[in-house]
């Protein structure tokens, strides 16, 4: 596979400035997040990617993309910060978009772990060569949260909910997939996670040169590890949405103001995954349902 260059151009941005100007309303004494699940189950799922934030420049354009490629409905539900809008499909809340002040590509998901002890997790961020970025705070509704940075650099936040996690209920279209780091040194990284959230780790023979990591807890998949093969880009988790036809989708993306960054490819995942950039720059995969 060809350098993406543009996908190098497409995450120029360092993960502490990324955090030090994005997260700073959300720590807000004002702001109200919702819950990350209506059921109110009082399910725990330790170690699943359970909600997903949107820090962008382009509200209004990103609304339109979003909406447009998955059906995604933006709606604000903070009456005290106009720029934070929850995310709904079908009704139900799947993640955040908040408004930032910044120069274009400035944008980039943030992803969740379940988690039954923030403090301790942060703990063994620190202890374990990450850093603490934000310790844990409670948030009204939304749980205790904290944000880490791995050895490697990529950011990453902490949840316990109150009420329980989204239930695991199959594969949806226009639905979280789950999440996917890209990191520069891939077995690090798994022996950080793996201590971090009690990961189970299984290696995947892609090809002769290449191997895929995948965290698993209980049996169940939550995450996958590979290797950035491209010097430009920084580590980072990269969040996937299921969905029906992925060429469909690509049709779109472009059309809405996106970039498709990297192209299916029958050698990879037989050709079911791209990754593409909103019209704020930031990275977000699709994965095709078998």
């Not at 060809?2 to 400035?17: E, G």
């Not at 382009?58 to 933006?74: A, I, Q, V």
């Not at 120069?103 to 379940?114: A, F, H």
């Not at 299984?202 to 093969?229: C, N, T």
Request: charged content about 20%; proline content about 7%; glycine content about 10%.
């Amino acid at each position: 596979m060809n350098t993406p260059k543009k996908l190098s151009r497409a995450i120029p941005l360092v993960a502490l400035l990324l955090l030090c100007f994005g997260l700073v309303g959300c720590y807000s004494t004002k702001v109200i997040m919702p819950p990350i699940t209506e059921s109110a189950a009082q399910i725990k799922a330790p170690g699943k990617f359970v909600w997903y934030d949107l820090y962008s420049t382009d509200m209004n354009s990103c609304e339109n993309f979003y909406g447009n490629l998955f059906g995604w409905d933006f709606q604000r539900t903070n009456e005290f910060e106009p720029r934070v809008k929850t995310i709904f499909l079908n009704g139900k809340p799947i993640g955040n978009m908040i408004g930032r002040d910044a120069e274009p590509g400035d944008s980039q998901w943030l992803c969740y772990i379940s988690t039954n002890d923030v403090d301790g997790a942060l703990a063994v961020t620190e202890a374990n060569g990450g850093k603490i970025y934000r310790p844990a705070k409670d948030l009204p509704d939304r749980g205790r949260v904290g944000v880490g940075i791995d050895p490697q650099g990529a950011p990453f936040a902490l949840l316990n909910s109150p009420v329980g996690d989204p239930i695991d209920d199959g594969v949806k279209p226009n639905r979280w997939l789950g999440c996917e780091l890209w990191t520069t040194d891939a077995d690090a990284a798994v022996k950080f996670y793996s201590t971090l959230a009690g990961y189970e780790v299984e290696v995947i023979d892609v090809h002769d040169k290449v191997q895929y990591r995948m965290l698993k807890v209980g049996g169940k998949r939550r995450a996958g590890v590979v290797s950035i093969p491209w010097k430009e880009m920084k580590p980072e988790w990269l969040p996937y949405v299921a969905v029906e036809n992925i060429l469909a989708v690509l049709t779109k993306v472009e059309k809405q103001g996106g970039k498709v960054l990297i192209a299916p490819n029958m050698n990879v995942k037989e050709g079911r995954m791209a990754v593409v950039a909103d019209p704020s720059g930031a990275v977000i995969g699709l994965h095709q349902m078998k």
